[in-house]
Nanobody, 114 residues
Framework: QPQLVESGGGLVQAGGSLRLSCAASGSIFSGNTMGWYRQAPGKQREWVAAITSGGFTNYADSVKGRFTISRDNTKNTVYLQMNSLKPEDTAVYYC????????WGQGTQVTVSS
């Protein structure tokens, strides 16, 4: 059963930082472009950032310059470093493949207070 386990969320003040982690089973991770997504209350899930197996990255305009996605291919783990957090970043954050989603994990809650 493919698995995704997100962690690292929490409550932080505006301007603060958090680092999210996502551990994926090898069948999901190896050779695939991985992405971070988020879903705010009452809104649809949206794409946040992606990273190819070779390390090329892309970001949604709303987080460009503040968030950094990275991956450790030896640990089947993808990270999201979030700096200069804003209240509008409050959401449940998920990871998954960029293409060909597998079952979603439980996500990790990020709450940014103003």
């Amino acid at each position: 059963q493919p698995q995704l386990v997100e962690s690292g969320g929490g409550l932080v003040q505006a301007g603060g930082s958090l680092r999210l982690s996502c551990a994926a089973s090898g069948s999901i991770f190896s050779g695939n472009t991985m992405g971070w997504y988020r879903q705010a209350p009452g809104k649809q899930r949206e794409w946040v950032a992606a990273i190819t197996s070779g390390g090329f990255t892309n970001y949604a305009d709303s987080v460009k310059g503040r968030f950094t996605i990275s991956r450790d291919n030896t640990k089947n783990t993808v990270y999201l470093q979030m700096n200069s957090l804003k209240p509008e970043d409050t959401a449940v954050y998920y990871c998954n493949r960029l293409i060909g989603w597998v079952s979603w994990g439980q996500g990790t809650q990020v709450t940014v207070s103003s």
